[in-house]
């Protein structure tokens, strides 16, 4: 039981380090990004791991996605990484 604890944890502590990256990419660009740029950006390996964290923070109002799929950070992702919520 407690090697799934730890591995739980360990995939959500990369789950919110990529959270992070992603608002921090977002804020430093000043322009939204497309949806799939971020993909090629954070997902080198192809693990499917940035699909979740997109959504996550599409869900949590973090980023906004317009019809275009272009992706900007919101004044939510801004308030959350100036809070240091991570």
Do not use: C
């Not at 730890?6 to 497309?34: G, T």
């Not at 997109?54 to 990484?81: C, M, Q, T, W």
């Amino acid at each position: 039981m407690a090697m799934y604890d730890l591995a739980k944890e360990k995939k959500s502590q990369k789950q919110q380090d990529l959270e992070r990256r992603v608002l921090y990419q977002l804020r430093d660009r000043k322009e939204p990004v497309n949806w799939d740029e971020l993909y090629v950006h954070f997902d080198l390996h192809r693990t499917g791991d940035i699909d979740a964290v997109l959504h996550n923070l599409k869900d949590g109002h973090y980023i906004a996605v317009d019809e275009d799929k272009n992706v900007s950070i919101s004044e939510r992702g801004l308030k959350r990484l100036s809070d240091a919520m991570f």
